[in-house]
């Protein structure tokens, strides 16, 4: 062998003896060394503690589901357990987010163009505590600790992030906020199998191009005082993240005597680009809408009506909702017709067109000002159920 081919063959060797040197460390390297490291910069960078008190691991192993050659490079699988996410200094509570144990993996090779993606990630027993303070402060507004760095003018960072699926056994989310009075524990779990949505929803309420129902939730707590009850689908990540397929909700809700139940989907929900939804909503007076929608309604006897309701949230003049095509009553009155309520400047406005082939004044008169109302045999019934 000539000296330039040895030459060329040490160097070859000694790459490749590299090569296997850095794989040897990097499989055989003890993540939790790193743990003190991580825990301080992101305790630091959000203001609040964050810790991962378990087991922090990588785990190499080739994505068959790649083409090629790509199928022979090796993707790292992360693990980390008993992970928690503190509330800000000023809440007595500790923890606002604990889990159990995390799964993610991700792409080596999308590193080289910038771009964070990881296919999926897996939570184990998700545990949140979302709490507002009677002087509103919440927990889930995060304090960055650069964010009063942040250059408007400066251009937009070259590097994108991109998660494809979230998955978990159950999740639990408790909710406490005194300015609403409400404590409300939400219980998420999958489904198992992807749901179409015309399966839940029916033909006559079936959305074109909606995503699949993948969880399920069950709510159980107060509001505003009262006891709040309820039980819906959602869709999953995909669906959530995609601008053209709506995002499917499916929502049977009870607040003290108001039932509201929802079908439909969210355009664009990330940001939150429209609802369009079917919406049917029944209780023993209108007034009591306010606490759920922040829609002034006069207080009326016992109602019902169910409608098609369009949400756009980026109209010119602010948000616009359209309840189109509703029928329905008001104690012994049936209605119907279409509303618009503009939440735009220099104040909200609520317009619309409203039809009665038995109309009563009794039911109808606080909707123009009139202050009546008794006298329906619905509304002594339902007087009668709530004092008795």
């Known amino acids: 062998m000539s000296r330039a081919g040895k030459i060329v063959s040490w160097i070859v060797g000694i790459l490749l003896l590299l090569i296997v040197v850095i794989i040897v460390i990097i499989a055989t390297f003890d993540w939790n060394r790193l743990k003190p490291t991580i825990n301080q910069k992101v305790s630091t960078e959000l203001n609040r503690q964050f810790a991962i008190r378990g087991d922090l691991g990588v785990a190499w192993e080739r994505n068959r589901n790649e083409p090629g050659w790509r199928s022979w490079i090796p993707w790292p699988h992360v693990h980390a357990q008993d992970i928690i996410l503190g509330n800000p200094p000023e809440m007595a509570e500790v923890t606002m987010v604990h889990l159990e144990r995390v799964d993610a993996t991700l792409s080596p090779l999308a590193l080289l163009h910038k771009e964070i993606y990881i296919p999926w990630i897996k939570l184990q027993q998700p545990d949140a505590r979302l709490i507002q303070t009677a002087d509103k402060k919440n927990n889930w507004t995060f304090n960055l600790a650069n964010s009063g760095n942040t250059d408007p003018n400066a251009p937009p960072s070259a590097w994108s992030f991109r998660l494809d699926n979230i998955l978990f056994d159950q999740g639990l989310v408790r909710y406490r906020d005194a300015v609403n009075k409400a404590d409300v524990t939400v219980k998420i779990n999958p489904l198992g199998k992807p749901v179409a949505y015309g399966q839940v929803a029916g033909g006559s309420d079936a959305q074109k191009g909606a995503g699949d129902f993948v969880f399920g939730w069950e709510a159980r707590g107060t509001y505003n005082n009262e006891q709040l009850e309820g039980e819906g689908k959602t869709g999953g990540m995909l669906s959530l993240r995609s601008k053209t397929t709506p995002f499917p909700i499916q929502a049977d809700v009870r607040n003290g005597t108001t039932r509201v139940q929802v079908t439909g989907g969210i355009q664009d929900p990330m940001n ?96 123009i000002g009139v202050d009546s109302g008794k006298g329906s045999a619905k509304t002594e019934q339902a007087k009668a159920k709530r004092d008795g």
Do not use: C, W
């Not at 169910?306 to 003049?317: E, M, S, Y």
């Open 272 to 367: 939150l680009g429209g609802v369009n939804v079917r919406l049917r909503f029944s209780g023993d007076t209108l007034a009591n809408l306010y606490g759920l929608t922040g829609v002034l309604l006069p207080d009326t006897p016992p109602y019902e009506t169910d409608g098609h309701l369009i949400a756009r949230f980026a109209g010119k003049k602010g948000p616009e909702y359209h309840y189109e095509n509703f029928n329905g009553h008001i104690g012994d009155s049936d209605i119907h017709g279409s509303l618009t309520y503009t939440q735009g400047k220099p104040r909200p406005a609520l317009v619309g067109e409203l039809s009665s082939k038995q109309l009563r004044m009794a039911d109808l008169g606080p909707l």
